[in-house]
């Protein structure tokens, strides 16, 4: 009787165990998840792409408006940010957070005053971007180092560095080192390892590896080899235009560069005279590489990715800070760093 007793007793202990581990779980997976909820005036079905430049997420997802709506949500270890790709490939970022309820109100037509609530950080960029709209894009720049210096822990003021002083068309990379060091020496131990300063750190790391190159540069010399074995220097580009494109199957701005450039080539080589295009693929996987490349009829043009990502020798030594990323060169000068795609392609 014992023996029986003793087993109902585990095994409605263990049926109990799995309904608390269940509910848990559950809770658990509430609080880790955030969710958008958006609507947009006069936008009335619409695609969005959405993707994550600091792995807070993984890949692209696909978002679908209907009826000018639309309802997104992942499951986040941790505090990040997401970027919303609009039809005409504009850009919003949303600070998202594990169990944040955010806000999105705008109208399509003015898409730079939409109305992003729900975090304080979403409000603090939104209350900017108010500030901002109306300057031009030197006067931002002066807005954003204002605003990175008055809030050196934001989430805000990482977005604002990568945007204006690293991706610009004419980036100050000393400045970022700067402003990096000032945000971390500002955090206490236990901030540095939280998501803001982890991410801090680590963009200052990736900085503080690279040998920036700027406009009227020579282009640094380097040696590596393309995904058929074959060996790419720095002595092609010496005569005439190369455009050098950097882009990650990962990130949808940089595949868009990349499929604007292949499906362009021959009308850019007589309108824009490229004369060269080599990418630099930041996949881990080659495999991936070559089924983008396919994907976006890119498979013509020269390719290095050598699976090492951030520590790949070629990243280093042509001053590659970010993703989407590009340098115009003639002649063996760079002429253009981060240039937008359709100043590079159009006639």
Sequence with gaps: MRNIIDRGTVMATSIAMTVLAFALSACSTDKGRFK???????????????????????????IAVRGGRFTYGKDIAQSGTIVLVFPNYAVMPVFVEPGASISIDADAAHLKSMEITGTDDNEQFTEWRKNCDKLSPAEMRKHAELFINDNPKSAVS???????????????IRKAQAMLKKMTDSM?????????????????????????VSVGDPLPRFTAKDIDGQAVTNGVMLKGTTVVCVWASWNYESCNMLRQLASNR??????????????VCLDPDIKQCRRTLRNNNAEKLTTVCDGMMWDSPVVKDLGITTVPYN?????????????????????
């Excluded at 936008?43 to 807070?56: C, I, K, L, T, W």
């Excluded at 990482?158 to 004419?170: D, G, M, P, T, V």
């Excluded at 115009?328 to 000068?333: L, M, Q, S």
């Design 36 to 62: 958008i909820d958006a609507r947009f005036l006069n936008m009335n079905q619409a695609q969005f792409y959405v993707y994550s430049p600091d792995g807070v997420t993984n890949g692209i997802d696909t």
């Design 266 to 279: 021959q009308f850019a080589a007589d309108s824009a005279k490229i004369d060269h295009v080599l990418t």
């Design 327 to 347: 340098l115009k060169i003639k002649d063996g000068k760079v002429i253009g760093r981060c240039v937008p795609i359709m100043d590079l392609i159009k006639k």
């Design 158 to 172: 990482l977005w604002l560095i990568r945007q204006y002083f690293i991706l610009s068309e004419k980036p100050d």
């Design 188 to 212: 206490t131990p236990e901030e540095k390892t939280g998501p803001t300063g982890l991410l801090a750190m680590r963009m200052k790391t990736e900085l503080g590896r690279l040998k920036p």
